[in-house]
C-alpha cells in the first residue's frame, strides 16, 4: 500500500519546514542535497524530526495545512510528543 506523508524538519539554523510527499526518503534526501523547498536551500542539511503517513494525498495535505498555522512552541511541543 502507498502512502502519504506529512512531515517537517528542521533546517540547520533551527527553522522548521512542514511538507507533504509521496517519497518521505526520497524528499529529505532532496532537501539535503539543496534541491527541496526554496527555504532549506541555505539552510541544510535538514533532520527529520516529525512524519505521519496517511492513505489519501488529501488527508496529508490537510494536515500539513494544520501543522502550518500552529506556533513554533505548538510545533516543538508537537515533535517532542512524537520522541516520547
Not at 495545512?65 to 515533535?79: C, D, M, R, V
Amino acid at each position: 500500500m502507498k502512502y502519504s506523508y506529512t512531515y517537517m524538519v528542521r533546517c540547520r539554523d533551527g527553522s522548521l519546514y512542514t511538507g507533504w510527499t509521496n517519497d518521505l526518503d526520497r524528499r529529505v534526501a532532496s532537501h539535503n542535497a539543496g534541491k527541496g523547498a526554496k527555504y532549506t536551500k541555505s539552510h541544510r542539511p535538514v533532520e527529520l524530526v516529525y512524519y505521519e503517513a496517511f492513505l489519501t494525498k488529501e488527508e496529508a495535505m490537510r494536515r500539513e495545512y494544520a501543522i502550518k498555522q500552529l506556533t513554533a512552541a505548538q510545533k516543538n511541543s508537537l515533535i517532542h510528543s512524537c520522541e516520547e
